[in-house]
């Protein structure tokens, strides 16, 4: 990171899964003209790349080498590996619980650290991910560590999944929800918790609306101090 990008505000979006953190950064990011970083994205990427090369997700010298030379790109609202478009494939299941498995790993973790600090560009940025205020971003202006009850969340992804037209089965969704959660929030490196100077923002009972709403007076106050 150079002098000039470090003084770029940044706003942290933290969470676990299917808390909304996704869709309430994009709004927040939207709303204030700054670029959005999906980390869980390029998390998810190396795992597909992984899977599709057929790399053991377990073997760390050789996932950090596809993460370090992962061919990534997020244009026209699409995220694209090398030339394919893999926007939905990315939000499967199994490749949500490949890129859990990836993210343990820490030469994973910091073979794509520069590729995620290279977002901070004028005017700011908007981050989401699990250690975006904790170990990317630690001088963010305002951090934010977005939860919902394991239930919230599993229903939230049981909508979704039907929506798509996909099946789905809530109390599996839940013990899913569980389990990465068990697995984000108890690895050793960069684990799922919230920055000490983050606001806690429990989305349970909230609509998307209000979050972003809550996400954008905690930025301004930040602003103003
Ligand atoms: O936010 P998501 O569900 O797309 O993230 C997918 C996985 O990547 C999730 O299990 C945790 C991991 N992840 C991480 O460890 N650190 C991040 N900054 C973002 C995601």
């Given at each position: 990171m150079n002098t000039a990008s470090a003084s770029l505000p940044v706003i942290t979006i933290d969470g676990p899964s299917a808390s909304g953190k996704g869709t309430v950064a994009e709004r927040v990011a939207t709303a204030l003209g700054f670029h959005f970083l999906d980390s869980g994205a390029l998390y998810r990427l190396t795992a597909l790349s992984a899977m599709k090369q057929g790399?053991?997700?377990?073997?760390e010298a050789a996932v950090a080498q596809l993460a370090a030379a992962l061919p990534a790109t997020f244009r026209d609202g699409a995220v694209w590996l090398a030339e394919e478009n893999v926007t939905d494939t990315i939000r499967a299941e199994a490749v949500g619980e490949g890129a859990s498995k990836v993210a343990a790993l820490p030469a994973v973790r910091a073979a794509l650290l520069d590729r995620q600090r290279a977002y901070r560009q004028a005017p700011g940025l908007v981050a989401d991910g699990r250690d975006m205020g904790t170990?990317?971003?630690?001088?963010?202006?305002a951090k934010v560590f977005l939860t919902a009850s394991a239930e919230a969340r599993a229903e939230r992804r049981y909508k979704q999944l039907i929506e798509k037209g996909n099946s789905a089965n809530l109390p599996a969704l839940v013990a899913d929800m569980q389990a990465r959660d068990a697995r984000d929030t108890a690895?050793?490196?960069?684990?799922l918790k919230p920055a000490a100077d983050a606001l806690l923002l429990d989305t349970?009972?909230?609509?998307i609306e209000s979050a972003v709403r809550a996400v954008l007076s905690h930025y301004q106050r930040k602003q103003g101090n």
């Open positions: 790399v053991a997700l377990d073997d170990v990317v971003f630690a001088d963010a202006l690895r050793a490196v960069a684990p349970t009972q909230m609509d």
